[in-house]
């Protein structure tokens, strides 16, 4: 017999001890925008809407998840800014009991509309993606125009946002020539950057691998060009930081394939249809919507969270296993 009392003073703990205090919640599968290491161009399969959450239904598993000691919660997608009444979404979820910090990846096309809103509606923080600064290559990355991500990046800054982080996939042979400038506009816009490795998730994640770039060897390269000193970013996360020595911008170094960070694993990942993913690359899952459908208790929910925590898998295996994996990025919200 589970004891409801002893969950709630340890809290969501998985089976290799992993302390789990953040949810990625994807509001959307779809996007304004086809990464080519994303989204396939011509990607046709996305949720019905019948199966999205609705606004209610989230706030109510979020809710559940604050109340067990999930204490940030990042808004994703797809793209999220699609989703519509986003702001008012962010509102609600600010105020429940237990969450202290939320915020928002978005690839910003959207952003300028919606920054001053999503500020008042309580988002702390934002992160957005930008793999490039020149708009032919942009255009070629993304399949859209690079100026409102320009423009979105400036109205977040305007609305007092800080830190923005720029989140850029190093890719061989298509930005790599950009480390260095995307350095120069991060220093002189106060935005924090952050390079990612390219994971083969999907088909699209898969074909992307072919210009995967250890970020090892991108950290070299920038330590022979600028002063690079240890740094550390408040609020921890896979990105390991330095600092460029005389300045306040600090880089960081995600890299899921050349020197894992499972161990330390502390999230989930919840998309629009309901379905708890349990780790970036496995597929470990467990559907929350028939539960709420079905008028599970605010008890039962909370002990279908446990359940759906103790199946959260050791580690992910794109070294090992790298076609495992069939969803992409943008449907499990990255
Ligand atoms: C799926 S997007 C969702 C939020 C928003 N649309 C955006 O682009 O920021 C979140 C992040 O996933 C990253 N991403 C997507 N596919 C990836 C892949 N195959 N490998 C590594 N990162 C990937 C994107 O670069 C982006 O920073
Ligand atoms: S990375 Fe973000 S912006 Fe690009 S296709 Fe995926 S969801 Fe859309």
């Not at 019948?50 to 606004?55: G, T």
């Not at 979404?89 to 690839?107: E, I, K, M, P």
């Not at 306040?248 to 161990?263: D, K, M, V, Y």
Request: glycine share 10%; aromatic share 8%.
């Amino acid at each position: 017999m589970i004891d409801p009392q002893a969950h709630r003073q340890s809290g969501l703990i998985d089976p290799f001890n992993r302390r789990i205090e953040y949810l990625r919640l994807s509001v959307t599968d779809k996007c304004n925008l086809r990464c080519f290491y994303c989204l396939p161009k011509h990607f046709k399969g996305f949720e019905q809407p019948a199966h999205w959450l609705d606004f209610d239904e989230i706030e109510r598993v979020i809710g559940a998840f604050a109340a067990l000691g999930v204490k940030r919660i990042r808004i994703t997608g797809g793209e999220p800014l699609v989703r519509k009444g986003l702001p008012e979404l962010a509102g609600r979820l600010n105020v429940l009991a237990g969450v202290s910090d939320l915020s928002l990846s978005t690839n910003a096309m959207l952003l300028s509309a919606h920054a001053r809103a999503l500020r008042d509606a309580g988002v702390s923080r934002i992160n957005v993606s930008l793999d490039s600064l020149r708009p032919g290559r942009f255009e070629a990355i993304t399949g859209g125009k690079l100026q409102p991500v320009l423009d979105g990046l400036m109205s977040a800054k305007a609305a007092g946002f800080a830190p923005i982080k720029i989140n850029m996939l190093a890719l061989k042979g298509i930005n790599e020539d950009e480390f260095e400038d995307m350095v120069g506009f991060c220093l002189e816009h106060d935005f924090t950057l952050r390079f990612i490795e390219t994971m083969p998730m999907g088909t699209p994640g898969r074909n992307a691998s072919q210009h995967y770039l250890d970020l090892n060897t991108v950290k070299q390269r920038l330590a022979q060009r600028v002063d690079l000193i240890p740094g550390v970013m408040p609020g921890g996360g896979p990105a390991r930081y330095v600092q460029v020595k005389g300045t306040e911008l600090r880089i960081g170094f995600i890299t899921p394939i050349s020197q894992h960070f499972c161990a330390t694993c502390n999230r989930v990942r919840l998309s629009v249809d309901g379905t708890l993913y349990l780790c970036l690359g496995q597929d470990h899952k467990f559907e929350l919507r028939p539960l709420l459908r079905d008028g599970i208790s605010d008890a039962g929910l909370q002990e279908a969270i446990y359940a759906a925590i103790a199946l959260k898998p050791e580690r992910h295996e794109f070294n090992e296993n790298p076609g495992q994996l069939v969803r992409f990025m943008s449907m499990t919200g990255g």
